[in-house]
């Protein structure tokens, strides 16, 4: 009897090792990537749980099960801290948990505002701390293909967020990310428009979701926003909005829209030119792209501020004229 539990001892002695060793070799075993690199979002208060899933969802070939056992076994998985993260090829469970539990302590970060245009991100990325500026001597044209999208503009194409980056990192790689992260966000807000849609492409839906960028003062008359330009769109109604009259002024606009600047014929004047323009004319969010696809029931033509951030939507000239006199001239 004793010679059997002996062997039973050591038999379990042996798989306990064996378990060990396999534990030890998969902590430092790289991860399978879906791309050399892969974007990582942790939302705040995301329990490690969810933190596993988001990593298998980001690209990771990993089963989240076992991640989740290795944040909790560890002790580390309450530690990791909510941020933008970037994981390259040959990173390892071990050094994976890592990263996220040093989180942003140890690295920096640059913020590209919604409804900022392409020269102030130009502007955020020479200011950024430490960000190696790679494409600051580069045209616009230089820059697009150095990171893989010869051809296209960079007005609108970079998704707005805070992204972190380790001292001495390449302004490239970071504009790598945020086009990434657009891409993500527009394909995702293109996969949901709505059937009565008028928008044809991924492109308009992000020219349209820039100027609701812009127009918009409160969150909750962005839809609002959105079916407005679209019914204009319908209706073959000129946009007649003044932010993209001022993005086709540039540098030169002093703050001012004058009469004059409404009559002057560009690309970008809506008064004049019907359609969309040719190009975005800033970052649209998120809200904003899923605005442009998904804008509010209703036949709305014409909005006017309030004055409070608010606006005021109507559906016949006539109403939108009243609006006018009470918002606006205080009749």
């Known amino acids: 009897m004793r010679r059997f539990l002996n062997a039973v001892f050591r038999l379990a002695l042996l798989g306990a090792l064996a378990a060990a060793g396999l534990g030890w070799w998969w902590l430092h075993q790289p991860m399978r990537l879906s791309a050399p690199s892969l974007d990582l979002s942790i939302e705040p208060r995301t329990l490690p749980r969810g933190v596993a899933q988001a990593v298998h969802d980001a690209g990771v070939a990993v089963d989240p099960r076992l991640l989740y056992l290795w944040f909790r076994v560890s002790g580390q998985g309450q530690k990791i801290k909510a941020g933008s993260y970037e994981l390259e090829r040959g990173i390892t469970p071990e050094r994976l948990l890592d990263k996220l539990a040093r989180g942003e302590e140890s690295l920096r970060a640059v913020t590209l505002v919604e409804g900022w245009n392409w020269r102030q991100v130009r502007a955020a990325l020479a200011r950024a701390d430490q960000l190696r500026p790679q494409t600051a001597q580069l045209s616009d044209a230089e820059l697009m293909k150095l990171i893989g999208r010869p051809g296209v503009l960079p007005e609108g194409r ?20 945020a086009l ?15 059937p009565e849609s008028i928008l044809k492409t991924p492109d308009e839906t992000l020219i349209l979701a820039s100027i609701v960028e812009k127009e918009t003062g409160k969150a909750a008359d962005r839809t609002l926003v959105a079916a407005v330009f679209q019914n204009r769109l319908k209706v073959g109604m000129p946009l007649q909005t003044d932010p993209t009259v001022i993005y086709g002024i540039g540098e030169r606009f002093d703050g001012n829209l004058h009469k004059s600047d409404l009559l002057a014929d560009s690309p970008y004047n809506t008064y004049l030119r019907p359609g969309l323009p040719p190009t975005p004319i800033a970052m649209p969010g998120k809200a904003s792209l899923l605005a442009a696809v998904h804008p509010a029931p209703g036949k709305f033509l014409y909005f006017v501020a309030k004055g409070d951030g608010t606006s005021q939507f109507s559906e016949t000239l006539g109403a939108h004229n009243q609006a006018v006199n009470k918002y606006q001239r205080g009749r």
């Open 158 to 177: 970079f998704f707005p967020d805070t992204y972190t980056y380790s001292k001495g990192s390449s302004d490239v790689k970071l504009l790598q990310r």
């Open 180 to 194: 990434r992260a657009m891409d993500k966000h527009l394909a995702q807000a293109w996969a949901q428009r709505s």
